[in-house]
């Protein structure tokens, strides 16, 4: 039965050659104009809208490897806030962001292998989240680098809670 329609198809194609070609070619456009728009719509929603300076925002990549097998990352090394602010003027604050993952224990039973992102002491002041509990400045002092900032949906996970604050 499909064999049918792909011979009465094929024949009506060659047939009328003209429509046939004027409809193909505004098939071919309506689908790449339509890989276009979405192409265009994912690369806007890949960035997050809702930070207050989000125009004084800016994100730097990190490109590894040898020539002819680079990759690139949004992650980016520890000496990267130092290094920029040496390198550029007007710069007021840089973080570096490395997603690494880590194994530990909730209140001292749950073993949890969870992926961590690792961010230095301005964060928090570049972009704008809210914190929902606690003070916003204590979480990523230097000094204190084993403080941990998590959401409400991982609180719930591990802890059944939200009121997390002082637990381990």
Do not use: C
Request: charged share 25%; net charge negative.
């Amino acid at each position: 039965m499909i064999k049918n329609y792909f011979k009465i198809a094929l024949r009506n194609l060659l047939k009328y050659k003209l429509y046939s070609t004027i409809n193909l070619i505004g098939l071919s456009l309506g689908l790449g104009i339509s890989m276009l728009i979405f192409l265009f719509v994912q690369h806007e929603n890949s960035f997050d809208d809702f930070h207050v300076n989000k125009d004084r925002i800016a994100r730097g990549l990190w490109e590894s490897g040898e020539e002819g097998n680079v990759s690139t990352s949004a992650s980016t090394p520890m000496a990267f806030p130092t290094t920029i602010k040496a390198k550029f003027d007007g710069v007021e604050k840089v973080t570096h962001y490395v997603t690494t993952g880590a194994l530990a224990k909730v209140e001292g039973e749950q073993s949890i292998d969870q992926s961590l992102h690792v961010v230095s002491a301005d964060f928090l002041d570049i972009f704008s989240f809210d914190v929902l509990k606690g003070e916003k400045n204590p979480f990523l002092n230097e000094k204190e680098a084993n403080q941990i900032v998590i959401t409400e949906d991982v609180a719930e996970v591990y802890y059944g809670t939200t009121d997390v604050i002082g637990k381990t």
